[in-house]
């Protein structure tokens, strides 16, 4: 039911003087080809609630295994699937970091920064906030690929207290997000709250400029339109907030939350179309934003259960018959630059600016088991250096023919223009497992010997004994080609 614990006296009022525009944008919407931009932003915390020690990793692994399952279900019956950004918070742990990286690494999504704090001051949060960054680039999270990788990344807060907005609690720094911007932080998607944190202005992609000063200093702010690239303020991407009168049984606030008790049903995609959140001057992109605490149990059904699946046949059979709508699935960084390229001026189809802005997160290139540092992440060059080898590690990657490299490594660099490898051995020596794609084979090694070598026909795993400084060639196969021995 309708009360006043959702603080409908902050946004009520916005939601009142938006009402024609709304209806103006139905009518719209019944002319034009509208692009429906979809993401889904976790409040990913698998420690929550739980009642043992290994909980946590359990829940990591139905995920791992039944995302990719309900993904490859999405493919199948509708030909594309969602995507999911997981919003990590630091005190849920490291240990499960490195199972985000292959969740990542396998096409399921991204990793943003979710942060809980209380009692902060502007310089304890800045510490405190470059000490997380750290932790997570030396896990290659929080980072930009390219030729030299940057922290940057996404933000939700913890209890939706943004800029100390819930009267000083969970908080306490006012100027938030411009700490947050010197850090690298390109955005916020914290809101909607629809509780004592919510902003007045509701359902759009903005910059806030307020007086930072003060408590809740992105209360309002300059709308993000095109012809405007890059207008002060911090940038904002909101999801729907809503009175649903078509809600089972009763009108229910329309929040963005997608639980199992309340899922994404027929009733509500259409109230988040009808918020229409979009760049403006630019309505036929318009972004759905939700968001979940997916790591609990209780929800996995709204997020790639039965619950989830009738969600997606619902978008995919009545809003991608690319007449009146079309369906692109993003994840939180992808939806960022599809709004920059919108304030560009850009056109066409939104999945065609996914990278316009910010690149590919490094672990679309790798994943690793162990912290390192990461050097150079490119499409044809990864660079990885300082490996934590306490027990062999596991290099997965998709940078030039190498797929896979086990063992006791302290750095390895792969350049496949010159279609060469460079490891460095954990200790005087190791032992290594290196996996290559089919039809490529290794054809010249140099501080190091081969233990044992796939058939000729390729698609197998190369065992090599490397010395401190180890250098590796390799070759696609031709016919009747001779494997190195």
Not at 352 to 365: C, E, K, T
Not at 441 to 446: A, K
Request: aromatic share 10%; hydrophobic share 35%; with cysteine.
């Amino acid at each position: 039911m309708l009360t006043f614990k959702k603080r409908l006296d902050l946004w009520l009022p916005t939601y009142a003087l938006t009402a024609a525009a709304r209806v103006y944008g139905r009518i719209r919407r019944r002319k034009q080809l509208t692009h429906i931009v979809f993401l889904i932003c976790d409040h990913f915390e698998p420690r929550h609630g739980i009642k043992h020690e290994k909980q946590p990793s359990e829940r990591l692994q139905t995920w791992r295994e039944q995302y990719a399952r309900f993904q490859e279900r999405c493919r199948s019956s509708f030909g594309t699937a969602p995507l999911h950004t997981w919003f990590y918070p630091p005190h849920h742990g490291v240990e499960h970091l490195a199972s985000l990286s292959e969740m990542v690494f396998d096409g399921m999504g991204e990793v943003e920064l979710h942060y809980h704090h209380d009692g902060d001051t502007a310089q304890s949060l800045t510490r405190d906030l470059k000490n997380t960054l750290a932790e997570y680039n030396r896990w290659g999270f929080l980072l930009s690929s390219g030729e030299r990788p940057r922290p940057e990344f996404g933000f939700i807060h913890g209890d939706w207290a943004l800029n100390n907005s819930c009267a000083g609690k969970y908080c306490g720094v006012n100027n938030e997000t411009d700490i947050l911007r010197d850090l690298g932080c390109w955005g916020d998607f914290t809101m909607p709250s629809a509780n004592n944190c919510q902003t007045r202005k509701i359902n759009s992609v903005y910059y806030a400029n307020g007086d930072a000063s003060r408590p809740k200093s992105h209360d309002w702010g300059h709308d993000a339109q095109v012809g405007t690239a890059d207008p002060p303020g911090f940038f904002m991407m909101q999801g729907p907030l809503a009175i649903n009168w078509q809600a089972p049984g009763y009108p229910r606030i329309e929040n963005a939350s997608l639980t199992s008790d309340n899922w994404g049903r027929p009733d509500r995609i259409r109230k988040w179309l009808d918020c229409q959140v979009h760049v403006k001057r630019r309505p036929d992109w318009l972004f759905v934003k939700l968001h979940s605490h997916g790591a609990i149990e209780r929800d996995f059904d709204a997020l790639f259960g039965e619950k989830a699946f009738e969600m997606h046949r619902v978008l995919n059979e009545q809003y991608n018959n690319g007449r009146r709508y079309r369906l692109h699935y993003a994840t939180a960084r992808q939806a960022y630059n599809i709004a920059k390229a919108a304030e560009a001026g850009k056109g066409g189809i939104p999945s065609d600016w996914l990278d316009y802005r910010i690149p590919r997160q490094p672990h679309s290139f790798y994943a690793l088991d162990a912290p390192h540092d990461l050097m150079h992440c490119t499409g044809d060059r990864l660079s990885i250096q300082n490996i934590e080898h306490g027990r062999p590690v596991r290099l997965r990657t998709r940078v030039g023919p190498i797929e896979q490299i086990f063992g006791g490594v302290g750095s390895v660099a792969i350049n496949d223009t010159a279609a060469s490898v460079r490891l460095e051995a954990a200790g005087p020596s190791s032992e290594v497992a290196v996996r290559l794609k089919g039809n490529f084979q290794l054809d010249r090694i140099e501080g190091g010997s081969i233990l044992e070598r796939p058939p000729t026909s390729g698609d197998g795993v190369w065992r090599l004994s490397i010395g401190p400084e180890c250098s590796i060639g390799y070759r696609a196969i031709e016919a009747n080609a001779t494997v190195l021995s």
